[in-house]
């Protein structure tokens, strides 16, 4: 007996019930949203129960994901989420804002965001008796896959461009996964995957395809309601600040307060910010044009991790603001740098994805989008670790002396 009701495609609105394997729509290739049974969920839970739970992690809301229990909750497998959401006041009057939180997704296993979906993957293949998955990635995807997977001892196989920074290749290959680096761009990549998993019956965790890797990021969303909104009791919306590559952590976060909603333990529904760098801005470029049609664009931006040409999960991604009242911001690679030091002064230190959602709340400000009163949180997805040679680029160099105070003084003194 599955703990879902089965899938809707979020193009045409078909329901199909739940099978082991279903990736895309099968008419027309839209993606797929799992469907819950809140009835059930509400007759065997209580917010005041999730919210108490002593589990410190994302499986703490284990009754509203679509998985069963995949145990291993001793391994990195159980440290996934739950992660901290910082009040920042120094940043908030630097913004000219009263209220500001950062979430700092760096301090999951492998140091992204990506760990969410992976570790529910992991759930997934084990009720579903997969042996190996697959998956593409830019990196972080395929880190936290291949983390997930030592964790528990399975077998995974990884897709990324050549050009994915050497930080993350090396985490790759340090977790023991098979890493077939292509001679390509990520859009290459994924294709790829998706061919050796039809070949050869691996499951497939590639984002925008599998219609569980939302279910794992929507995990992020019900800790933002608890950590933030329930345990503050706002009152106006919280305007969630999200970086966005494929558009798959946007669409997660939409739809976990969107389960919330349902349930009926979220009476107002945040709204929700995309912010997408210049060089790689699809789904920022539709919403632009105010209408739902995505047109691939030739992606180029230090933020490797969002770097994307035709992101595969644009619809759901738009929808996420325009459903919400939120809305799609670009910025400039420049101020992606700039936000990482920023960030880096109260204690956080994020890859350039991992900051370009704070670069948003700056542009989302000067544009006028949200207000001096507006509760703002914005999400920091990866680590600094992840990419130095980007870390060192938002920062000056350090001054080096010959051992000799004489020598430090001059450079205290200056
Ligand atoms: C994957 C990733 C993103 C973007 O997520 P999408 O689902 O591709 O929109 C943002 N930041 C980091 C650090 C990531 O690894
Ligand atoms: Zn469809």
């Known amino acids: 007996m599955e703990k879902y009701k089965g899938y809707q495609c979020s193009k045409c609105g078909k329901f199909y019930p739940p099978q082991d394997i279903l990736y895309l729509c099968p008419e027309d290739g839209g993606v797929l949203d799992v469907v819950l049974d809140y009835e059930k969920i509400n007759s065997e839970t209580t917010p005041e129960k999730m919210i108490g739970s002593s589990d410190n992690s994302a499986w703490r809301y284990l009754p509203l994901l679509p998985v069963s229990d995949p145990g291993n909750r001793e391994t990195p497998l159980g440290a996934v989420g739950y992660t901290p959401t910082y009040r920042s006041d120094r940043l908030a009057e630097k913004l000219g804002l009263m209220d500001f939180w950062v979430k700092d997704e760096s301090s999951n ?54 050009t994915a920074p050497p930080a993350k290749i090396a985490q790759l290959l340090v977790y023991g996964a098979e890493v077939i680096l292509v ?24 984002t925008g395809y599998n219609p569980f890797t939302a279910e794992g990021k929507k995990t992020a969303a019900f800790e933002i309601w608890e950590q933030v909104i329930y345990a503050n009791d706002l009152e106006k919306p919280l ?64 933020a490797d991790s969002i770097s994307v040409d035709m992101p595969s999960d644009g619809l759901r991604a738009l929808r996420a603001a325009t459903q919400t009242e939120g809305a799609y911001i670009k910025v400039k690679d420049t101020e992606i740098i700039k936000a990482i030091a920023k960030l880096g002064k109260v204690g956080v230190f994020a890859e350039p994805a991992g900051a370009t959602a704070f670069a948003g709340v700056e542009e989302a400000l000067s544009q006028g989008l949200i207000k001096a009163d507006d509760p703002v949180l914005a999400l920091v997805t990866g680590s600094g670790l992840k990419d130095v040679k980007a870390a060192m680029q938002s920062v000056e160099a350090a001054p080096i002396v010959k051992p000799d105070l004489e020598e430090v003084i001059k450079v205290v003194g200056k």
């Open 109 to 162: 296993p492998t140091g992204s965001f990506k760990d969410r979906a992976s570790s529910l993957l992991i759930a997934r293949a084990k009720e579903i008796g997969s042996e190996v998955i697959v998956t593409a990635s830019t990196g972080n995807a395929g880190a936290a896959l291949a983390g997930m997977a030592a964790a528990v001892g399975q077998r995974s196989v990884i897709f990324a461009p050549k």
């Open 239 to 302: 305007c969630v600040f999200v970086s966005v590559g494929d558009g798959n952590i946007i669409s997660g976060i939409h739809k976990g307060f969107r389960d919330l909603n349902q349930l009926g333990w979220l009476k107002q529904m945040p709204r929700i910010f995309g912010v997408q760098s210049e060089g790689s801005a699809a789904i920022a470029n539709a919403f632009e044009a105010g209408n739902e049609e995505i047109l691939p664009v030739s992606a180029d931006t230090v």
């Open 183 to 206: 001679d390509g761009n990520y859009d290459d990549a994924v294709g790829l995957a998706v061919q050796a998993s039809e070949k050869f019956g691996w499951y497939c965790r590639n």
